[in-house]
Nanobody, 125 residues
Framework: QVQLVESGGGLVQAGDSLRLSCAAS????????MAWFRQAPGKEREFVSA????????HYADSVKGRFTISRDNTKNTVYLQMNSLKPEDTAVYYC??????????????????WGQGTQVTVSS
């Protein structure tokens, strides 16, 4: 398993931007597909975005498409989530996830075996 540490969360106003980072402690980071999920109070954890091992393929939830951008830097073992035009409904704990695969890019929690502790994002109206 790989250890993942998220950072960059905080309290912002609607319309603001945040960039989340997830640092992975593994030598073979480029062999991992990475993803972001989020979980709001009283709700199930939901898919936000995913990126393939080389960054050539990305997926987004419809709710964030056009506002969020996922990227990765394999030289820094880090994946990012740039969040623009934030809305109150984006408020949640955001989790980074990893899965060692170059063959597929999942969108479900079951597709990823390693998880970070999460970082809180709160968007006020």
């Amino acid at each position: 398993q790989v250890q993942l540490v998220e950072s960059g969360g905080g309290l912002v106003q609607a319309g603001d931007s945040l960039r989340l980072s997830c640092a992975a402690s593994v030598r073979t980071f480029s062999e991992y597909a990475m993803a972001w999920f989020r979980q709001a109070p009283g709700k199930e954890r939901e898919f936000v975005s995913a990126i393939s091992w080389g960054g050539g393929s990305t997926h987004y939830a419809d709710s964030v498409k056009g506002r969020f951008t996922i990227s990765r830097d394999n030289t820094k073992n880090t994946v990012y989530l740039q969040m623009n035009s934030l809305k109150p409904e984006d408020t949640a704990v955001y989790y980074c996830a990893a899965e060692r695969t170059r063959l597929r890019l999942g969108r479900n929690t079951a597709d990823f075996g390693s998880w970070g502790q999460g970082t809180q994002v709160t968007v006020s109206s």
